[in-house]
């Protein structure tokens, strides 16, 4: 893997092919913070349920309301932290607010020893994410060419996976060497979360030097609700519906035998490391056959692992196979719906568009989680697999008509 950094504008389309593939260091330092701040998150959500349940004594019940707050807060704020940075013209600051509060959060953390302030931190870490996301992507679209947007997110969502995928194994390696270290995990979350805050106050510029100062104006909806965005959150809406969580498909494979429980966790972080080894190879992808188009088709490959978890073979494979597709799936469609919902709306309302895209993915991924915890219930979790993925199935070729033309209004947008 090779990427060329430089400031300069990036080489147009038919330039030789070397000279594309260029990333705004921008774009980089917001990686390398956004992979210092995932060590910090994921390394204690990598140890919260055994900490809630073994050291606190929360049941299982007061558990799921955690982490039902750790999966849906952030996806109430995403808007707002959008709004904010497009009305006041500064997202950076937006961002570092974001970044501030989760590091705060996880100060006090360490003090936590009950529902309610469990509950109430974790609550606060999950709006300074909200608050974070869209400011964050809009920076890196508005410091891109749109030619290079895929590939741009791709360098980005790999430095995020790292740290994703370095977390848990940092929290377990702490484990190993302490038992019961879970103060000691969330100290050094809490030194990481800091480090990221730092960089990004110290290193990351509010915008690119080339890009004016924009006037404050207030943000108008009717600019955000652009055709183009509008079929994208309803495409997006309507797959994130048929979405069935990491957690389902590892708890089906395990279902079936596939590995010892205590490897559990483990099943995340090869699911990051598939994800990141692809983010980078699938983002050039996208810039060169269509965004919208690899969006859905990475649907494809969420759909293969719904397969591979319902269908009994060889276990090792099946396991190795499933974490592989899950990987793909996220590669195709994470920073791939930011770049092409940041393109379709004009730039004064991008990081609000950028916000509308992932809330509404998220809200949709909430509510199919429910849906399919109901459906595991009542029909076993291969039924239920095969429930949702039949959906999925149908809804694929719909979803690709609807957005055949939809990186031709992203070309043309303003």
Same mark, same amino acid.
């Given at each position: 893997m090779y990427i060329t950094l430089s400031d300069r504008p990036q080489a147009p389309v038919g330039t030789p092919r070397g000279r594309r593939r260029r990333v705004a260091p921008v774009v980089v330092t917001l990686g390398i913070v956004s992979l210092v701040t995932d060590i910090s998150s994921e390394s204690v959500a990598a140890i919260l349920p055994l900490y809630l349940t073994g050291v606190l004594g929360l049941s299982t019940i007061s558990y799921g309301f955690v982490d039902a707050l750790y999966q849906g807060v952030s996806a109430l704020v995403r808007i707002g932290g959008g709004w904010a940075a497009d009305r006041g013209?500064?997202?950076?600051? =937006?961002?570092?607010?974001?970044?501030?509060?989760?590091?705060?959060? !996880?100060f006090f953390l360490l003090f936590s020893a009950g529902l309610a302030t469990v509950s109430a931190v974790i609550s606060a870490d999950r709006v300074g994410k909200g608050l974070r996301t869209a400011p964050r992507d809009a920076m890196i679209s508005a410091a891109t060419p749109p030619s290079q947007l895929g590939a741009a997110f791709g360098v980005h969502r790999t430095l995020d996976t790292i740290g994703a995928a370095v977390g848990p194994l940092l929290a377990f390696a702490i484990l190993w060497w302490i038992p019961d270290g879970y103060v000691t995990v969330m100290v050094v979350s809490l030194g990481f979360a800091v480090l990221g805050v730092a960089l990004l106050g110290l290193l990351v510029p509010d915008r690119p030097a080339a890009q004016p100062r924009p006037a404050r104006t207030p943000v108008r909806w009717r600019e955000v609700a652009q055709p183009g965005l509008v079929r994208l959150l309803v495409v997006a809406g309507a797959l994130g519906l048929l979405t069935v969580g990491d957690g389902f498909i590892y708890l089906a494979l395990l279902d079936r035998g596939g590995f010892a429980a205590h490897w559990f966790p483990l099943l995340y972080v090869g699911t990051n490391i598939a994800y990141l080894s692809l983010a980078i190879p699938i983002g050039r992808l996208a810039d060169r056959v269509g965004k919208a188009r690899v969006l859905v088709c990475g649907?494809?490959?969420?759909?293969?692992?719904? =397969?591979?978890?319902?269908?009994?073979?060889?276990?090792?494979?099946?396991?190795?196979?499933?974490?592989?597709?899950?990987?793909?799936?996220?590669?195709?469609?994470d920073g791939v719906t930011a770049a092409l919902a940041g393109r379709l709306v004009p730039t004064t309302v991008r990081a609000s568009g &950028?916000?509308?895209?992932?809330?509404?993915?998220?809200?949709? !991924?909430?509510?199919?989680?429910? &849906?399919?915890?109901?459906?595991w219930f009542v029909l076993g979790p291969q039924l239920a697999l095969v429930v949702v993925g039949t959906g999925l199935l149908v809804a694929l070729p719909l979803a690709l008509g609807a957005v055949r033309r939809l990186d031709l209004e992203a070309g043309a947008a303003r």
């Open positions: 013209g500064h997202p950076k600051w =937006v961002a570092f607010l974001g970044y501030g509060l989760s590091a705060v959060a !996880r649907h494809a490959a969420l759909l293969a692992s719904f =397969v591979v978890a319902a269908v009994s073979w060889d276990a090792t494979a099946s396991t190795l196979l499933a974490l592989l597709l899950l990987g793909t799936f996220y590669a195709a469609t &950028i916000a509308s895209a992932q809330t509404v993915v998220a809200v949709a !991924r909430m509510a199919s989680s429910a &849906i399919f915890g109901v459906l």
